[in-house]
């Protein structure tokens, strides 16, 4: 099992930034894969970055020269940030942060619990 605990959402105008976090803890030696999504209402949940299996990041279009992802590997922990700049309304949604996780019987999803990023125009 893992658990992914997230922070930093909140409210911030157009042109501002934010950053949040999320904390992975558990059988974190099973995880391939982490990144971030994000849904706003009435729209399908979207990829917004990711660290890929093999370690290469990836971004959607709509947030790339704007948004950095990172990480911090600990012991026992690995946090991936979001560094979000020149926010716009459009990126107005729940984040998620999502965790890919494979052992010798399965393969599993993670998500934490969300947290809402408001860009005010």
């Known amino acids: 099992q893992v658990q992914l605990v997230e922070s930093g959402g909140g409210l911030v105008q157009a042109g501002g930034s934010l950053r949040l976090s999320c904390a992975a803890s558990?059988?974190?030696?099973?995880?391939?894969?982490m990144g971030w999504y994000r849904q706003a209402p009435g729209k399908q949940r979207e990829l917004v970055a990711a660290f890929t299996t093999g370690g290469s990041t990836k971004y959607s279009g709509s947030v790339k020269g704007r948004f950095t992802i990172s990480r911090d590997n600990a012991e026992n922990t690995v946090t991936v940030y979001l560094q979000m700049n020149s926010l716009k309304p459009e990126d107005t949604a729940v984040y998620y942060c999502?965790?890919?996780?494979?052992?010798?019987?399965?393969?599993?999803?993670?998500w934490g619990q969300g947290t809402q990023v408001t860009v005010s125009s």
């Open positions: 999502n965790a890919e996780a494979s052992d010798y019987y399965d393969r599993y999803d993670y």
């Open positions: 558990g059988s974190i030696f099973t995880i391939n894969a």
